[in-house]
Antibody, heavy 123, light 113 residues
Framework: EVQLVQSGAEVKRPGESLRISCKGS????????ITWVRQMPGKGLEWMGR????????NYSPSCQGHVTISADKSITTAYLQWSRLKASDTAIYYC????????????????WGQGTTVTVSS | DIVMTQSPDSLTVSLGERATINCKSS????????????LGWYQQQAGQPPKLLIY???TRESGVPDRFSGSGSGTDFTLTISSLQAEDVAVYYC?????????FGPGTRVDIK
């Protein structure tokens, strides 16, 4: 079964650093983009950014640019989302998701999702 | 950035009745070179990750019941649930993947009347 398995819940203080992970299995990891999506408590979905694991090419949402870093280690089929200085407003559930590809190779919507990682930032 | 809007914010529908959700993008998401609309629909049930229902605006993802259908082109799109079932209670989001940032709509909550 194609899967994305995310790391466990985190509780952090403002100003601390954090890296969460998303491990892909049972598919060719470098063939599909990985996207990160934020969901703040009781709110909708926010696209944060995406990475092409084959060459680490990335795009970020303007609201996230400079505050988070998306990376990937294709040798262990794992993508990462990291912060150098957390804020209380980073409290949210973070999902990783794989962009599907159709028979012609075009990337489309996110067809496989991780279970989500809850990040709580509080003093 | 492409801004996605949805209407209504919420709707309540009787079991077996039709539910219709609208989505509008601030610019066209139709890619002329391949004639595809870069628009997807997702369902998020309470406490669960989102699930892809529709991509290319009208292609149903494998395993999705055929009561779910998508239509539209350019800037205006619709998700229709032809006969609402109890398990369809959820929030539904549209998303454009035409150009980054791949923005989502604000969501439409669907409940049973």
């Amino acid at each position: 079964e194609v899967q994305l398995v995310q790391s466990g819940a985190e509780v952090k203080r403002p100003g601390e650093s954090l890296r969460i992970s998303c491990k892909g299995s049972q598919y060719s990891f470098t063939t599909y983009w990985i996207t990160w999506v934020r969901q703040m408590p009781g709110k909708g979905l926010e696209w944060m950014g995406r990475i092409d694991p084959s060459d680490s090419d990335t795009n970020y949402s303007p609201s996230c640019q400079g505050h988070v870093t998306i990376s990937a280690d294709k040798s262990i089929t794992t993508a990462y989302l990291q912060w150098s200085r957390l804020k209380a407003s980073d409290t949210a559930i973070y999902y990783c998701a794989r962009h599907g590809r159709d028979n012609h190779g075009y990337f489309h919507g996110m067809d496989v999702w991780g279970q989500g990682t809850t990040v709580t930032v509080s003093s | 950035d492409i801004v996605m809007t949805q209407s209504p914010d919420s709707l309540t529908v009787s079991l077996g009745e039709r539910a219709t959700i609208n989505c509008k993008s601030s610019q066209s998401v139709l890619y002329s070179s391949n004639n595809r609309n870069y628009l997807g629909w997702y369902q998020q049930q309470a406490g669960q990750p989102p699930k892809l229902l529709i991509y290319w605006a009208s292609t149903r993802e494998s395993g999705v019941p055929d009561r779910f259908s998508g239509s539209g082109s350019g800037t205006d799109f619709t998700l229709t649930i032809s006969s609402l079932q109890a398990e369809d209670v959820a929030v539904y989001y549209c998303q454009q993947y035409y150009s980054p940032p791949f923005t989502f709509g604000p969501g439409t909550r669907v409940d049973i009347k």
